[in-house]
């Protein structure tokens, strides 16, 4: 079965940083795309950062520079480092997987992606 679990989401003022990690089970996470996508109340989920098999790399424009995507094959989890953190970046951040080892170009919403977490929220007080 698969399955992916984040943690790490919290209560952080403007300027902070948070770490989430996504454990998962059931396959080898190395051999997926995966990627944190974000939904904050009234707004469109939108895709954070992907990262492929192979290791690289994408971001929301928004983002880069302050987040960063990473994965520790030898635990099977995903990272994603956020620093400098906004008001604007809080929402409930999920982790997701394709079964494509490339991540798919266009799928800023994330419909392609197989498998998703439960959600860890990420509060951001000014």
């Known amino acids: 079965q698969v399955q992916l679990v984040e943690s790490g989401g919290g209560s952080v003022q403007a300027g902070g940083s948070l770490r989430l990690s996504c454990a998962a089970s059931?396959?080898?996470?190395?051999?997926?795309?995966m990627g944190w996508f974000r939904q904050a109340p009234g707004k469109e989920r939108e895709g954070v950062a992907r990262m492929d098999s192979d290791g690289s790399t994408m971001y929301l424009d928004y983002v880069k520079g302050r987040f960063t995507i990473s994965k520790d094959n030898a635990k099977n989890t995903l990272y994603l480092q956020m620093n400098s953190l906004q008001p604007e970046d809080a929402a409930m951040y999920y982790c997701a997987a394709n079964r494509f080892g490339n991540c798919p170009k266009l799928d800023p919403r994330g419909r392609t992606y197989n498998y998703w977490g439960q959600g860890t929220q990420v509060t951001v007080s000014s």
């Open positions: 059931g396959y080898i996470l190395s051999s997926y795309c």
